[in-house]
């Protein structure tokens, strides 16, 4: 890779970056109808969901904790994506989720997941919010001294609440989120008082970032912190990790290629990004939870994974996008395509807002791909919205194509279930938003429905 980089150091060639994708969504495509089938039904943009992955992501975080014998939770981070199959599949699995909304929580609730199966997470808390979460005795993550008051006060009304203290973390200062250090001592002492009221569980944080050693640090750090909190006569016996598990989406080859030779001309109008998304990382998933496990603590040779045993100590987490990874991909219907000097410009029915990393001033990079396939002219093109605005872009890089995509065929761009698909949907020109197919595959035949959103207010 990097030979090629040096042998064209002058005008080196623009990276293909195709994306690691999971069986399933191979065996998916090479079916020649259902994608014709279900463009036709749905007349539109679409995304397709595959709750069996889910449940095999699900399944390796939960075998992971199991197989180190620490007790404790794994919480879908909810905000990741917008569908309620997620939440039945953690229903049946006996996972929790991550909620930070009433119409998260509702949702949650609605497809059987248990209240006290759920954490809500998030900056101040409204008050329905506390409320719903109280009665159904889910575990609040307080994130502040004036909404420990509130929680206390509420409590008067729905008894005992059960609460984390989300903790600001040194290796994130300027988090606006969770407790600094004097505040946490406020809370602590607090939490002793009305003991009646607020039931301490234990700590949060949720970092930024994918890095194992400063989450092993904390979570190590904060076992210290639960067990003085025992001392006060606190239950303290979790603590939770947050999210942050890594995913890859490249090749790393063809990550590291990219990062050292992409230059503006690959982009059309000469963008130029000042960052990119890790796109290829190591360890990802449940891996990196057993890595995280398996750290060194402060006291010498002692893993993270025997402190929590020895001290009685759960371990609660709550990855999004980890989960997510290979579940979903998302389609969109070519309008027209044009040349413009030695590249294509293509424009798609759907808009960048279903590719939410257009929106951090940044470009989500694995390869979207041609449906189908089919021979010709090898050219590169950039793929732009239905939308009138110029920068209204679902890829500004001009990706390499083995022809000039045109009016009827698909691309489908891979891996959008975390984040990327409906996270900045909006119905921008009155435009419906895309619909969303969820597909399992059984005795050799592939199933297909439309999910349809509740309107939880
Ligand atoms: C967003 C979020 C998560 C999930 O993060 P991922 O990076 O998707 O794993 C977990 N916990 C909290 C508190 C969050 O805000």
């Known amino acids: 890779m990097e030979l090629r980089f040096e042998q064209e150091n002058v005008r080196a060639p623009a990276a293909s970056l195709p994306a690691l994708e999971p069986e399933w969504a ?7 109808r259902l994608l014709t089938e279900i463009a036709e039904a749905v007349g539109g ?5 595959c709750p069996d992955r889910f ?29 309620g199959c997620w939440l039945r599949a953690c229903a049946e699995a006996d996972a929790g989720v ?13 497809n059987g997941v248990r209240g006290e199966d759920i954490v809500v997470t998030g900056a101040a808390k409204t008050e329905e919010l506390l409320w719903l979460a109280a009665r159904q005795r889910c575990l609040i993550a307080v994130d502040a001294v004036d909404e420990l008051e509130r929680v206390i006060e509420k409590a008067h009304r729905t008894g005992t609440i059960r609460i984390l203290l989300r903790v600001l973390p040194e290796h994130n200062p300027d988090s606006r989120f969770g407790l600094a250090e004097t505040d946490l001592r406020h809370c602590l002492r607090r939490c002793a008082e009305q003991r009646q009221r607020v039931r301490m569980e234990g700590f949060s944080f949720h970092l930024n970032g994918y890095a194992v050693s400063p ?5 190590d750090r904060l076992i210290d912190e639960c067990l003085a909190a025992r001392e006060l006569g606190l239950v303290a016996d979790s603590i939770s990790i947050g999210g942050g598990f890594a995913v890859n989406y490249l090749d790393p080859a063809d990550w590291r290629y990219f990062e050292r030779a992409h230059r503006s001309s690959w982009f059309h109008a000469n963008r130029v990004f000042s960052h990119f998304y890790p796109y290829a990382q190591a360890p990802v998933g449940a891996d990196m939870l057993d890595e995280i ?9 002692e893993r993270l994974r025997t402190r929590f045993l020895e001290t009685g100590t759960r371990l609660l987490l709550e990855p999004g996008r980890a989960l997510l990874d290979g579940c979903g991909f998302s389609v969109f219907p070519v309008q027209g395509s044009k040349r413009r000097e030695d ?8 808009l960048s807002m279903s590719v939410s990393e257009q929106w951090k001033a940044s470009e989500y990079l694995p390869d979207p791909i041609l449906w189908p396939e089919g021979e010709g002219q090898p050219i590169n093109a950039c793929i732009g919205g239905s939308s009138c605005l110029d920068y209204d872009m679902l890829t500004w890089r001009k990706v390499p194509f083995t022809r000039l995509p045109k009016f009827g065929d698909l691309l489908i761009y891979p891996n959008t279930a975390g984040y990327q698909m409906d996270k900045n949907e909006t119905e921008f020109h009155q435009l ?22 509740p309107h939880i207010r």
Do not use: C, M
């Not at 943009?45 to 969901?49: A, D, G, S, Y």
């Open 343 to 350: 590249y294509g410009i293509v424009t798609v029915s759907g």
């Open 215 to 219: 989450r092993a640090a904390l979570a």
């Open 26 to 32: 191979l065996r998916l495509r090479a079916d020649q």
């Open 432 to 453: 419906p938003l895309p619909d969303r197919i969820i597909v399992s595959e059984r005795q050799g035949r592939w199933h297909w429905r439309i999910d349809k959103l």
């Open 293 to 301: 496990l398996a750290s060194p603590t402060a006291a010498a040779g």
């Open 98 to 110: 991550d909620v930070a909304s009433v119409p998260e929580l509702a949702h949650a609730l609605r």
């Open 55 to 83: 449940v095999d992501n699900l399944t390796a975080f939960q075998t992971t904790l199991a197989e180190s014998g620490v007790p404790g939770q794994v919480y879908f981070g909810k905000k990741a994506n917008k569908s």
């Open 45 to 49: 943009p679409f995304h397709v969901l």
